[in-house]
């Protein structure tokens, strides 16, 4: 079995960095039934570093631009954050210039944080 057939799905997941767009990672089947937009996920980063991101979006395409890696873990059993919230960010971002993953970094307390060294 491929790689491919063993993706369940994709995520786009919104790291708390001054970046301004999210990166899409792969989910395991094991973990298919519990993401959801609005909860917190696992995942490596640039050379093994890992990091809490957020749940943006949940779609079936594989990016093109760069390998995708893997979901580490959920993190949460419930959203944190609802799409209105998301919007805010958005609006937010846009309005003070400030890179999405910036905008996320400052909102989140940072009991919800995560980040490897």
């Known amino acids: 079995m491929s790689l491919f ?8 997941v919104l790291l708390p960095l001054p970046l301004e767009n999210a990166f899409t990672y792969a989910v395991p089947p094991s973990l298919v ?42 993190l949460d059993v419930f959203p944190l954050l609802e799409e209105k919230h998301l919007q805010f960010w958005k609006w937010m971002s846009q309005y003070y210039l400030s890179p999405l993953g910036l905008v996320m970094n400052q909102a989140f307390p940072s009991a919800l944080k995560l980040a490897s060294k």
């Not at 909860?39 to 093109?64: C, D, M, W």
């Open 5 to 12: 057939q063993e993706i369940g799905a994709y995520v786009d």
């Open 33 to 74: 039934e519990e993401i959801q937009v609005g909860k917190r996920v696992v995942v490596p980063f640039q050379k093994g570093k890992f990091y809490s991101g957020l749940i943006i979006n949940i779609h079936a395409e594989n990016p093109t631009s760069y390998p995708c890696k893997m979901v580490e873990e959920v």
